[in-house]
């Protein structure tokens, strides 16, 4: 964490020193040193930190590191706010000027006091590092951590202790592996298994390795524990000594002193004619399977690799060939994690009754893990059965249980080494996700616009801060950190969280390096000198001594927020946290915003989405650092003009954004003149084209991605389309028309070319689907509401030439009576909904017209009487819903004879459903 920290704090000097050296003055040079010395001892702390447990005073060198490295970013940030504010213009701007020069005499040198302490602070911390590099080195291995001689081999060893409770669930997935592997193929075939720390990786393929069919089928036998700590000459020495043991010879002494080359050619010679099998287990790098793969000849003998790893590009990258395969481990099902559960606690005899809801909330925690499910059975074996109040107390101390000091710190071990294989920058994204309560689910566009306003997200030139910080959520997603909880149709990240015991561990790690607090129930104090504040429950009465909270940089709310008043908000900020960038107030009962949050200069994102705040006073001029402000689901309707002085604004959402109801005349906000000023925006929602002017100036914002417009009229029509041809960037459009009868004029001779749009909403009528529209050729999802075409407008066949739509919605979108799916038009669409087409008596399928269709809705089209023709031919549909359809259709559905036609065509369906809204819900029946 403090490698994290130092990283973040040298860019941050770096852009100083680049940008503000007239500021700096006779300050520079000591700054510079600062830097100097921070990098220099960069290369070290990540071995440090690796080896810190088990060393106190390196223990003390890294806090050290770090803490000067925090209270830097502090004076820094201080800095910032007392130097690099802009001034007032006019009589008042020139006496503030004045004014502040005074002031600022003495700023500069309390300011400057500090830099020098920070400088000895420094000079000690850097004699300490010399005498710890002779110590230890510097040589680092790649990105991956160093750790002690064997450290590795015993966690590997641990890991296999799944083996000890007979692992359940692994049947299928061993007789698929083999199968893969008993394949006949005459080349060298690569078979990866990819997952989260603790799912049993290397259990699974031990088993398939020691098989008897697997056996046989191979001349050599070799298993190889890669590691972090790879260094190849050891491994390929270890891979000669296991083959010669095979074959019950001693190993050629020259094979000591060979060098890396004449070592690859001893092996290759070995295995030449032979048919080998090698597992090389917890592989953390492609250049590791570079290396190794050099080694091992292909000569046209099915010889097998097997490859575990928790990251999945070394997984799908190291499987190149057609005939090789990546095997993704999940978590056990829950009925599978029960069964090993009691298989571990109560050796097969059951549990309880007495103890199965505690055991159960147990299991909960685990989610599926079986190292968690075993080591947790292997903790409660030894509990007395009739004493519940002990295992309600492991249940409810599960997280100090994992904290490094409790009987799972086998688990914590395990799953600690993916976040120590992290780039520092990286680490910060992590434990960041530690303020989240268990089971929230986070929403991604939001995630990523706070690690951009808290400066995780290191710049590159020619690319975007959201796509860098997509980039980064992906890498930790593809090192099984972050789980994946929504995905949309287009492959759009929706939600994300973390599994339970990682989160715990996470949570204890973010708290050891004072990263994050989390508050919940009654707090007594406030947490010292920590950078990011979790508000899980709020206290009427909160603790005193609001100074404590200086250094944080983040606030963020959730559960209860009825006592989170204005007055209390006030409070807290009053004398408080000074260089907040993040202020979550999410639903918290705020009738208005404390004028306090208006001095918060470092304010990049703020969140009053659901809070009761009516009105946007003009102090929100003053945030002028401001990229981020969500006013969504509240009764806000217009913007001050001073919210065109916040010009780093990337995000501004007002309104119900994304809502497909009847409501066209969508809730927006009423824009000052001039938003065209905010030429950083990204993601606009939902602006009201209040007249021409305000749909001229929206083309004025090259740089959304993200555009909601509401209450258009039809004469603003061709406006809007000319702003469009500028808005080459925009990923997501969503136009509404100003009432239910208004039409969409959106068809004109000039047509906008949005090559990345991949969602497209237009809610209200078209005389017919424009050009512009039907070459889209990255469109991957379309909602057509209201649109009541005609018959000869034909959605179905204006629509066939969008090679990349999944998801396509029409709900009141078509007058005509029949509607056929012919063959070769929605190649990869996975979702299709049809609303309130009213006339609709007919819907045909043909074959080969949607041969990926996952989901087929069907929604209030009453005059259908029967199902729709040609449903056998979608043959990978997984769910059909027909609801709100007329009552003979629905009986029919419902009473459908076995042997009838119509069951015959929906029978390979896994989910069939009718539905009717009966008393403000859905009534649903499952056939």
């Known amino acids: 964490m403090a490698e994290s920290v130092v990283g973040f704090l040298i860019k941050q000097l770096s852009t100083l020193l680049s940008q503000e ?132 081999c015993d966690i590997r060893d641990q890991a296999l202790l799944i083996e000890e409770a007979k692992l359940v669930g692994i049947d299928q997935p061993k007789k698929e592996l083999i199968s893969k592997i008993l394949d006949d193929h005459s080349h060298l075939k690569l078979v990866s298994v990819v997952g989260m720390g603790g799912l049993g990786k290397t259990t699974l393929v031990k088993k398939v390795y020691d098989d008897a069919a697997v056996k046989k089928q191979f001349q050599s036998h070799a298993w190889i524990t890669v590691s972090q700590n790879f260094q190849f000459k050891v491994i390929i020495k270890n891979l000669i000594q296991q083959l010669y043991e095979e074959i019950r010879q001693p190993v050629p002494p020259q094979v000591e002193s060979m060098d890396g080359i004449r070592l690859s050619e001893f092996v290759k010679d070995f295995l030449k004619e032979r048919r080998y099998i090698l597992v090389l287990d917890d592989l953390w790098s492609l250049d590791a399977w570079e290396a190794i793969k050099y ?14 790893t928790r990251i999945t590009d070394v997984a799908s990258a190291s499987c190149l060939a057609s005939h090789d395969f990546v095997h993704k481990m999940s978590p056990l099902s829950y009925e599978d994690s029960w069964t090993l559960f009691c298989n571990r606690t109560f050796q097969s005899n059951g549990c309880p009754s007495n103890l199965e ?69 990286l680490k910060n994204c992590l434990l960041y996700l530690s303020i989240y309560p268990e089971d929230h689910p986070i929403n991604v566009e939001i995630l990523l616009g706070k690690w951009i306003a808290l400066g995780f997200i290191e710049e590159k030139e020619g690319m975007m801060a959201t796509d860098i910080a997509m980039r980064y959520l992906k890498e930790l997603i593809n090192r099984s950190l972050i789980q994946v909880k929504k995905m949309w149709a287009d492959g759009k990240l929706g939600k994300c969280g973390l599994h339970d015991i990682l989160r715990e561990i996470i949570v204890s790690k973010s708290k050891e390096q004072s990263f994050t607090a989390i508050i919940t129930g009654y707090c007594t104090r406030w947490p010292d000198k920590v950078r990011h504040l979790a508000i899980h429950s709020f206290t009427d009465n909160p603790p005193q001594g609001f100074s404590s909270l200086k250094c944080l940089r983040s606030v963020e709310t959730f559960g209860n927020k009825d006592s989170l008043t204005t007055s209390l908000l006030s409070k807290f900020l009053c004398g408080g946290p000074k260089f907040l960038k993040v202020l979550n107030l999410a639903s918290a009962e705020l009738d208005s915003i404390p004028k306090e949050v208006f001095k918060l200069f470092h304010l990049e994102h703020l969140d009053l989405s659901g809070t009761r705040v009516k009105i946007i006073p003009k102090s929100m001029g003053q945030l002028q650092n401001l990229e981020s402000l969500n006013l969504v689901r509240t009764t806000i309707t217009e913007l001050p003009v001073e919210i065109l002085k916040l010009r780093k604004l990337r995000s501004l959402l007002v309104g119900r954004a994304g809502d497909y109801s009847n409501n066209f005349a969508q809730r927006g906000f009423k824009s000052p003149d001039g938003i065209g000023k905010l030429t950083s925006l990204e993601i606009l929602g939902n602006i009201e084209a209040d007249s021409g002017k305000i749909v001229r100036e929206v083309g004025k914002l090259i740089q959304l991605r993200q555009l909601s417009i509401t209450k258009l009229r039809r004469e603003d029509g061709k406006e809007l389309v000319s702003s469009l041809l500028r808005l080459t960037n925009l990923r997501e459009l969503y136009i509404y028309s100003i009432k239910e009868e208004e039409t969409l004029d959106l068809q004109h001779s000039v047509s906008p070319r949005l090559g990345f749009l991949m969602r497209l909403s237009l809610t209200g009528r078209l005389e017919r689907v424009p050009e512009w529209v039907i070459s889209l050729q990255s469109l991957g999802i379309l909602v057509l509401h209201n649109s009541e075409l005609s018959e000869d407008e034909n959605p179905i066949d204006c629509l066939r030439h969008l090679p990349n739509l999944v998801h396509l919605y029409l709900f009141r979108a078509y007058e005509g009576e029949t509607l056929c799916f012919k063959a070769g038009r929605f190649p990869k669409l996975q979702r299709l909904e049809l609303g309130q087409l009213k006339r609709l008596k007919w819907l045909r399928v043909e074959e080969e017209s949607m041969p990926n269709l996952q989901e087929f809705v069907i929604v209030g089209c009453k005059l259908m009487e029967g199902l729709p023709l040609g449903l056998q031919n979608l043959t990978g549909l997984k769910i059909l819903q027909l609801f709100d359809m007329c009552d003979e259709l629905t009986h029919k559905v419902q009473n459908l004879d076995k042997q009838s036609e119509d069951y015959q065509t929906i029978s390979h369906i896994p989910q069939v459903c009718t539905g009717h809204w009966i008393n403000g819900e859905w009534k649903v029946e499952f056939l």
């Open 357 to 425: 809801e505690v055991c159960r909330k147990i299991l909960k925690k685990c989610e599926g893990l079986p190292l968690g499910i075993v080591t947790m059975g292997g903790v409660l074996a030894l509990k007395d059965k009739d004493k519940i109040d002990e295992w309600e107390m492991i249940f409810r101390g599960f997280g100090s249980e994992v904290d490094g000091s409790g009987k799972l710190d086998r688990i914590r071990r395990i799953l600690l080494l993916s976040y120590s294989d992290l780039p520092h920058h």
């Open 295 to 308: 080694v091992l000849p292909d000569y046209n003998i099915a010889s097998r690799v097997v490859l575990t």
């Open 21 to 152: 050296s007239t500021l700096l003055g006779g300050l520079r040079p000591d700054v510079q040193f600062i830097k100097d010395e921070l990098g220099s001892m960069k290369a070290f702390l990540r071995q440090a930190e690796a080896k810190e447990d088990d060393d106190s005073q390196l223990q003390e060198w890294v806090k050290q590191v770090r803490e000067v490295a925090y209270d830097t970013e502090d004076v820094l940030d201080d800095f910032a706010f007392r130097f690099a504010r802009g001034d007032a213009d006019g009589f008042f701007g020139r006496f503030g000027k004045i004014y502040n020069s005074i002031k600022n005499l003495k700023a500069r040198h309390q300011i400057s006091l500090e830099i020098k302490d920070i400088k000895a602070r420094v000079v000690e911390i850097s004699a300490r590092h010399q005498r710890y590099q002779s110590l230890y080195g510097t040589q680092e291995i790649g990105t991956s951590t160093s750790h002690l001689p064997n450290a590795d």
